[in-house]
């Protein structure tokens, strides 16, 4: 095993183990003691590859982000509207929710900390303006278009992000209750309509 092998191992292990104690435990009392023996490693190995607890955090929702986006390709060209393209998105990244549910709630733990952590909500924010720049993007060409109507593109993207993090927890909090796939395909039809 080369040195860079080793490294990608050694820093797998401990977010793996990371996400086991924060699944277990949550993440205000992170104990990097516990995911360190977890992990089979020293502490001197954790700060080798991790500033601290709060870089640890930022890679652990990184690392989430990266997984659920890269199961979703979005076709650049194509003969889909507005609403069709955002359906197809609701479509791929499904499966993409449902395979990283263990994730889910860390990824809303880091987001309800990062309320209260300044550096941990710049990063946050970056990503959550990310996806508002997506979809205000998508939305304004879909108003040019016609397909839609004409609203602020912006406020509506942040509306389909409350909706994606309100679907999210309910699907968390009742998986069974509803067809979560139908109920968003269903608000963005009500929404852009």
């Not at 979005?74 to 507005?82: E, L, Q, V, Y």
């Not at 955002?86 to 889910?104: C, D, V």
Request: aromatic content about 10%.
């Amino acid at each position: 095993m080369t040195q860079y092998e080793r490294k990608i191992a050694a820093i797998n292990k401990i977010l793996n183990s990371a996400e086991n104690y924060i699944k277990k435990n949550g993440i205000n009392s992170l104990d990097i003691n516990e995911i360190c023996k977890e992990a089979g490693l020293t502490k001197g190995a954790f700060y080798h590859h991790f500033k601290n607890k709060q870089h640890l955090l930022l890679e652990l929702l990184n690392r989430w982000i990266n997984k659920v986006s890269s199961q979703v390709e979005i076709p650049i060209s194509g003969d889909f509207n507005t609403t069709e393209l955002i359906f197809y998105i609701i479509e791929k990244m499904s499966p993409s929710f449902e395979q990283a549910e263990s994730q889910l709630p860390i990824f809303l733990e880091l987001y309800i900390k990062a309320i209260s952590d300044k550096n941990l909500k710049k990063y946050v924010l970056k990503s959550y303006n990310s996806f508002l720049d997506f979809f205000s993007d998508l939305l304004k060409e879909g108003m040019s278009k016609g397909y839609i109507k004409k609203e602020n593109p912006t406020q509506v993207a942040k509306i389909l992000f409350s909706i994606t993090l309100g679907l999210l927890i309910q699907g968390l909090i009742d998986p069974s209750g509803e067809n979560w796939n139908e109920l968003a395909k269903k608000s963005v039809r009500m929404l852009l309509s």
